[in-house]
């Protein structure tokens, strides 16, 4: 019986978490000559994230850019983060957004070692699990050390794969199977 209720109360849990946060990868980052990676502190991101569509619309990395100083200026504004020894930067807010929620991302890379700023729009549909999403440094705009890098792209949207948990009315038939398991054992 106290594997029954184990296996009930697992089925619920499973039910009842249908959230999980985003995680905005940069990849590797490289330095204005494209082949350098950059080190531990060289580069600075900065993310704002929203659920609305039109948050960023219209926002350029030059906007980004003007606002580093002062991030909150932008709505959506969550941290900043430096890179690491690897030369990524993995940054998510913390919220967690239900299953089939579209999340907008802007993330601006400042270039602390030789100056420039890249920056980058993403859009990804949150799931059941943490969502990852890698490479964001290459898709970008604005300019490192001056020279253009590129049309900002939108990421398109990742992440709304499998769903590795059931949906709500699987849980209820399950937590009714198990019921009636437990109800036939203890009358025998």
Not at 38 to 54: F, R
Request: aromatic share 6%; with cysteine.
């Amino acid at each position: 019986m106290k594997k029954l209720v184990v296996m009930c109360i697992a089925v619920a849990a499973t039910c009842v978490a249908q959230a999980a946060a985003i995680q905005w990868g940069s990849g590797n980052v490289y330095l204005s000559d494209g082949t350098t990676k950059a080190g531990k502190d060289q580069v600075t991101a900065l993310l704002w994230e929203s659920t609305d569509a039109s948050a960023f619309a219209g926002k350029t990395a030059a906007d980004l850019f003007a606002a580093k100083d002062n991030p909150s200026s932008i709505t959506g504004y969550v941290k900043s983060q430096n890179s690491t020894a690897l030369s990524t930067i993995n940054m998510k807010s913390g919220t967690s957004y239900a299953s089939g929620t579209d999340v907008y991302s802007a993330i601006l890379y400042i270039n602390n070692e030789e100056g420039g700023y890249i920056a980058s729009f993403g859009h990804a549909t949150a799931g059941t699990t943490q969502v990852n999403i890698a490479d964001m440094s290459i898709y970008n705009g604005g300019s490192l050390n001056g020279t253009p890098n590129g049309a900002v792209i939108d990421r398109g949207n990742w992440g709304s794969g499998g769903d590795p948990s059931p949906e709500p009315t699987s849980c209820l038939l399950l937590l009714v199977g198990a019921g009636i398991l437990g109800l036939r054992r203890k009358q025998k």
